[in-house]
Structure formats: C-alpha cells, structure tokens
C-alpha cells in the first residue's frame, strides 16, 4: 500500500474528523512529516476532502488540518 492509500485510507476510517499532518504522521509511523503534508495536499483536490486551518480532533492544536466528508 502506498503512502497516499495509507493517508487516505486513514482519514476514510476517521471521518469526520479533521486531523493534521503532524498527527497523520506520527499516527501511521511515517519517517517525515513532509510525506503527510504532500499526500493531504495531494488529496485536497480530490473530492470529499477538505483542507483547511481548523482544530485537529487530535491534538487538539489549530493548524492546516483535513477531512474526509
């Protein structure tokens, strides 16, 4: 599985929740912070995600976050 199915996959099973990068990194044990951040960029144009600054569901920071809807 790729790192973008892992990242998508994730934010299917955790819909509605927004979640950052940062999350979504240390969550599916990725080397790089920079991974999340280019496969949520990468999925923001897709449809049904959605990236924006909001409060991630994790860590409760406020910061760019995304969501599967």
Known sequence: ???LE???EFLIKNSPMAICDDCIA???DLSIR???NHKTRELASMPKFDR???TCGICGSA???IRYA
Do not use: F, G, N, S
């Open 6 to 8: 892992r990242v998508r």
């Open 1 to 3: 599985m790729t790192v």
């Open 34 to 36: 920079q991974h999340a």
């Open 26 to 28: 240390e969550r599916l």
């Open 63 to 65: 910061k760019k976050v």
């Open 52 to 54: 924006r600054k909001d």
